[in-house]
């Protein structure tokens, strides 16, 4: 009885220690997201360096939010169509096409080349600040005018190719750190930036929500990362040598600031 006792113990304890160690040792689950990627430079990865040979003109990094994200998560399947200088006319024309019934997660970026981020920029390094804050208010105008329907054009499209995805709008990071001491543009100019990156994050705040998709906001991780900020920059300055890449995130603004917040966004 004894020994018919023992043997049943033994029995138990093996079955629960293979139970236990089952469960200690996760699954891996096959992944199951079809992913795709659109929109401009801040998408593609412009900045972050690393591009892939493929990707040409559109200067598709490695380093970029929706090719980490691919690297860590590992879906499914992964497709980059983000460009370097596309508006929303592009994703209509030229990237909406990479989506199909089957894809489950979209993310894009979009709606600065509309208003003309890189003419501003110009403007205010080369012109100084009364131009600058002409140009600025400009672009305000012109995205309170222009972008919300602009916005609900690429997000119907996007509903109407993919219409059981989940689809994240990410954001643009703000520009400046204010009120500390910083060599180039006035702070009279500085500010006058960051209020037309925030009107434009919050015009594709309002079409994102109302289309029923996520919004990324990537302006709170990247403060105290900022230009004329104290901290780490996430973003490139101006570059005289590869003008290209100014005001543009970093490899480090793309994996510490764009990256977990699509991340988390995206579910």
Sequence with gaps: MRRSRLVTLAVSLAASIGVTLGAAVPVQAAPSDRYVALGDSYASGVGADSYTSESGACQRSTNAYPALYNTNVKPASYKSVACSGATTTDVVNSQLSALTSTTTLVSVT???????F????????LQGETQCVAAVQAAENKARAELPAKLATVYNGIRSRAPSAR???VGYPVF????TVCVG???NSRAKIN?????????????????????????SIFVGHQLCSYGE?????????NLGVSYHPTAAGQSGGYYPVFRSAAG
């Design 167 to 169: 689809v994240v709008v």
């Design 233 to 241: 920059k996430w973003l490139h300055a101006l570059n005289f040598v």
């Design 195 to 219: 209020e037309g990156i925030n009107l434009v994050d919050d015009i594709t705040r309002t079409a994102a929500t109302s289309a029923g998709f996520t919004f990324a906001d990537v302006r």
């Design 118 to 125: 890189t003419s501003i920029m110009s403007t205010c390094v």
């Design 176 to 179: 400046y750190q204010l009120g």
């Design 185 to 187: 543009l006035s702070a």
């Design 110 to 116: 979009i709606g600065g080349n509309d208003v003309g």
